[in-house]
Every structure is written in C-alpha cells, then in structure tokens.
C-alpha cells in the first residue's frame, strides 16, 4: 500500500496556478517532517519545498521561492503545495515525502535521501 497519494496535478498555462495535495493512505503524518520534490525528464529529482512537523517552518528552493507556498494541515493528515506564476520549466512530475526517521525534528530537508517514503507522484505540465 503506497503511504502517500498525491493528487491536484494536470494541464496549466504559463502563468495559471495549480494546488497539490498530499494526503497518507492510512498512517498518521503529522509527527514528520514532509517535503515535495520534483522530476522532470531526463534529470535527476530535485528539491521543491519542506515543512517541519508542526507547519511553522517551511523551506523552498531558490527557484521556487515566492511561486510556491507549502502548508500543512495536521488534522487532515494533509500536505499542500500552492503554486503560482507557473513556468514551463515548473513540468515535472512532482513527489511528496515524509521523514518518519525524526519525529517532531523542528526542520526541514532539502536531500531526498533524508525522507523515507514517498508518494507516486503526479503530473504537473506547463504550456508555453
């Protein structure tokens, strides 16, 4: 059984917003740090943004920064990426994942290899 389904992907124009979801498929999260990351193809997958347990600490890549707002909402057992100003770049297939090794670990990590299962990840497609 995959412990997170992310949902919320599709088809956007340059410049239109879209909202992920990330909700587990039975475990509780909300003790973990949880991260969205994204790959596109022929790359390697890349950090998007990271939110600590309790939600009041968030990070993002650079390039993401003031686009994409993540948010979390322990009482649905639920994590959100709202993102803005869309750039055909933004294409990617994009993951989420939690760190279940460090309960209530007050940050947040930018290495993929620090989150211990993830999602299938769903389609996100900018048109020019």
């Known amino acids: 059984q995959v412990p997170l389904v992310e949902s919320g992907g599709g088809l956007v124009q340059a410049g239109g917003s879209l909202r992920l979801s990330c909700a587990d498929s039975?475990?509780?999260?909300?003790?973990?740090?949880m991260g969205w990351f994204r790959q596109a193809p022929g790359k390697e997958r890349e950090f998007v943004a990271a939110?600590?347990?309790?939600?009041?600490?968030?990070y993002y890549a650079d390039s993401m920064a003031g686009r994409f707002t993540i948010s979390r909402d322990n009482a649905k057992n639920t994590v959100s990426l709202q993102m803005n100003s869309l750039k055909p770049e933004d294409t990617a297939v994009y993951f989420c994942?939690?760190?279940?090794?460090?309960?209530?670990?007050?940050?947040?990590?930018?290495?993929?290899?620090?989150?211990?299962?993830w999602g299938q990840g769903t389609q996100v497609t900018v048109s020019s």
């Open positions: 039975g475990r509780t999260f909300s003790s973990y740090a």
């Open positions: 939110i600590n347990w309790s939600g009041r600490r968030k």
């Open positions: 994942a939690v760190d279940t090794l460090r309960p209530y670990y007050s940050g947040g990590d930018y290495t993929s290899s620090k989150y211990d299962y």
